[in-house]
């Protein structure tokens, strides 16, 4: 069984680099922020509490985002792994993790840290927001997203070396290029 937690800052391409394992691995991905994004779109009541973090650059309460996590996990059958992007986030988001995954006889397996400069953020994350229109790409509130990155998320970094599944990623490059240094990280596992 293959846990990946796909990790990095916001434009890092955990997205992009997720299309790509499950077209090689056939995980099982869950992107918290796709769920998020999917119940605005369908005007559910978590979409409207979902919309007011997102747009200010902040993340949602854990319990609410575990909660979340918990029931998309369980709907997976016969897995062979899951790809997990944009979670956790925090402390607590990945002790959860680790909990659901013991308690279902498994564990993380790697943590591939996409490790790209913040200039080289901001301009992908501008030309996103200029072609597809994601409401969260605008210059005030990218500004906001790293800023939660640096406080809250990056710590977790720390968190993955004690566990010994921290893996660096050089995340500036072509994206083929990319998804062969973490080809060669998850084979090796
Ligand atoms: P989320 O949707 O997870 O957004 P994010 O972390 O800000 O990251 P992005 O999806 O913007 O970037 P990415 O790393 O996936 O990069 P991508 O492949 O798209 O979260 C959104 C919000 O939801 C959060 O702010 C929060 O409010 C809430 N939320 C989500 N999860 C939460 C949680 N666990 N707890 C609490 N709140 C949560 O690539 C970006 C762009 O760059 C694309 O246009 C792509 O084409 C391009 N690109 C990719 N790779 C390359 C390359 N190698 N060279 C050039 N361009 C590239
Ligand atoms: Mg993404």
Request: aromatic share 6%; net charge negative.
């Amino acid at each position: 069984m293959l846990n990946i937690v796909i990790f990095g800052a916001p434009g890092s391409g955990k997205g992009t680099q997720s299309e790509r394992i499950i077209a090689k691995y056939g995980l099982n991905h869950i992107s918290t922020g796709d769920v998020l994004r999917a119940e605005i779109k369908n005007g559910t009541e978590l979409g409207k509490v979902a919309k007011g973090y997102i747009d200010q650059g902040q993340l949602l309460p854990d319990a609410l985002i575990i909660d979340i996590l918990a029931s998309v996990l369980d709907s997976f059958k016969e897995s062979k792994g899951v790809i997990f992007d944009g979670f956790p986030r925090t402390i607590p988001q990945a002790e959860a993790l680790k909990k659901m995954l013991n308690e279902r006889g498994q564990d993380v397996s790697v943590m591939l840290d996409l490790d790209v400069p913040e200039a080289e953020l901001i301009e992908r994350l501008i030309k996103r927001g200029q072609e597809s229109g994601r409401a969260d790409d605008n210059m005030e509130t990218i500004k906001k997203r790293l800023v939660v990155y640096n406080e809250q998320t990056s710590p977790l970094k720390d968190y993955y070396k004690t566990e010994g599944k921290y893996q660096h990623i050089n995340g500036v490059g072509t994206m083929e290029a990319i998804f062969a240094e973490i080809a060669s990280a998850i084979d090796k596992l």
